[in-house]
């Protein structure tokens, strides 16, 4: 006769919690179990004990260490960040598994950064300003971008938006801010910041365009400079509190007034032929975009602000191009396992895990864990980052 499985004692809101914060449903777990209902109720009211088997299969569809479901209590985690869409009803939506694995994720490597910088005894302090609504977003931007050090030429020589994208990303880490890239549901999800912590945080899709992701930075880069994280899909549209709403379009505004700078667009050459050749618009407009390295919309919406075109000829060609799904992308396929972990995490995340390691504050297989990648790539991880710093 086949052995009867172990019966265990788990605390109920244990099992709440880690179903509740990876976004399942009672009915999600019968399905995926292949129980009843009733029995899951049971389990997570304590009328029935799950078996070890069980509760295996549970930790494997939370992402979490079968440890956990043996506490007490549920472990304290932090908060979400705060979600600054929500539906006409004025209900949140509810983010999916792939979403909050995305920011569990973020999280615990924005906790590893502030354990490898106690353990090498570093002192970091990022360099935000803090600001208001109050202020002039365009003066906000010509401010921060002074603070790059990047000047309008050296953008427009950059070789593509790749190129672009990196400079950024760098100037960014600069400024005390880890920036991670992780593939979350596009449709629900362009980006997300957090600010506790040793580092505040940025976080971009790697599904999105890589001129969405160059906007999406400083979107949240404005999110932080407001003392404002949150999970943001850069819509302005209705469903949103009057404050966050115009958080969105603060932020939004920022973004592309750092990225096209309202004097270099209004002396552009382009922009004098728009009058004269307005069948030309869209080639203009394509033009305009490669060359500062944007999407066609950042264009687009800075001529709106400057009082180029109309708010309704904006509104039209936003339509159009939703209608195409012009912006959406897949994130590249095969690429190098050592190179994705320095394209997913940043240099300035993988320089502090590869210091500790030196110091030996950390083991390899530690190093591995932290990079979420396996022992063999390491070496070339550690070359690549040793070209770039």
């Known amino acids: 006769m086949p052995r009867k499985s172990l019966e265990v004692s788990i605390e109920p809101k244990v099992l709440i919690w880690a179903r509740e914060s990876i976004g399942l449903s009672p009915i999600d777990i019968s399905k995926r179990l292949d129980v009843s209902l009733d029995l899951v109720h049971r389990w997570e009211c304590a009328q029935k004990r799950p078996t070890l088997k069980t509760v295996e299969k549970l930790a494997n569809i939370y992402k979490r260490p079968l440890a956990v479901f043996f506490l007490p209590a549920p472990p304290i985690e932090f908060p979400l960040p705060k979600d600054f869409r929500c539906l006409p009803t004025g209900k949140k939506p509810t983010l999916c598994p792939k979403t909050r694995l995305a920011i569990r994720r973020a999280h615990r490597l924005q906790s590893l950064v502030g354990e490898l910088v106690k353990s090498l005894n570093r002192k970091i302090t990022p360099t935000i300003e803090k600001i208001n609504l109050s202020e002039n977003p365009e003066t906000t931007a010509r401010n921060i971008r002074e603070q790059t050090g990047i000047e309008i030429q050296t953008q427009l020589k950059w070789k593509n938006e790749n190129e672009s994208f990196n400079k950024w990303r760098e100037i960014a880490e600069k400024f ?192 591995a864990d932290y990079l979420d990648i396996r022992t063999k790539y390491l070496p070339k991880v550690e070359k690549l980052i040793s070209e770039k710093v």
């Open 176 to 367: 005390g801010v880890l920036v991670f890239q992780i593939g979350m549901p596009l449709e629900e999800i362009r980006g997300f910041s957090l600010t506790e912590g040793v580092l505040p945080v940025i976080v971009l899709n790697s599904r999105d365009s890589i001129t969405a992701r160059i906007f999406s930075l400083f979107h949240e880069y404005a999110h932080l400079l407001l003392g404002k994280s949150g999970i943001c899909n850069m819509e302005e549209g209705g469903g949103f509190s009057d404050e966050d709403r115009l958080i969105e379009i603060y932020c939004n505004h920022f973004a592309g007034a750092l990225l096209v700078p309202k004097e270099d667009l209004l002396k552009h050459k382009l922009i004098s032929s728009i009058s004269s050749f307005p069948e030309r618009f869209d080639e203009i407009l394509y033009k305009l975009a490669k060359e500062f390295k944007v999407s066609q919309e950042v264009i687009l919406r800075r001529m709106t602000i400057l009082g180029l075109v109309s708010k309704n000829f904006y509104e039209k060609k936003r339509e159009e191009w939703k209608a195409k799904e012009w912006q959406q992308k897949k994130g590249p396929f095969g690429i190098d396992p050592a190179k994705k972990c320095i394209r997913e995490t940043g240099v300035t995340f993988v320089s502090f895990v590869l210091q500790a390691y030196r110091q030996e504050k950390i083991t390899y297989s530690d190093v």
